[in-house]
């Protein structure tokens, strides 16, 4: 049988849309209170801002491959102490 592939290198989507529908819901809140409370509107625009560069980062974070010479730890196995 063949094997199934997994776009983006058999990542996972579920983190990815989590946070844009988190950040979503939490963009729709702030457009609410906005709306019901034009005053805050010099305080609430900057967090739209943020909220999108948040999720341009996250998303840039998902996106990008790690190749072997970019991992941060060796390996956590440690196969000298299994075979010595």
Request: charged letters at 30%.
């Given at each position: 049988?063949?094997?199934?592939?997994q776009p983006f290198f058999r990542r996972r989507f579920a983190p990815l849309i989590a946070a844009w529908v988190l950040a979503l819901i939490i963009a729709?809140?702030?457009y609410w209170i906005e709306r019901s409370m034009p005053a805050f509107h010099?305080?609430?625009?900057?967090?739209?801002?943020?909220?999108?560069?948040?999720m341009i980062l996250a998303t840039w974070r998902w996106i990008r491959t790690r190749g072997k010479g970019d991992r941060r730890q060796?390996?956590?196995?440690?196969?000298?102490?299994r075979h010595p």
């Open positions: 049988m063949a094997k199934s592939t729709a809140i702030l010099d305080v609430i625009a900057p967090l739209y801002w943020i909220i999108g560069a948040f060796n390996d956590r196995r440690l196969r000298d102490r």
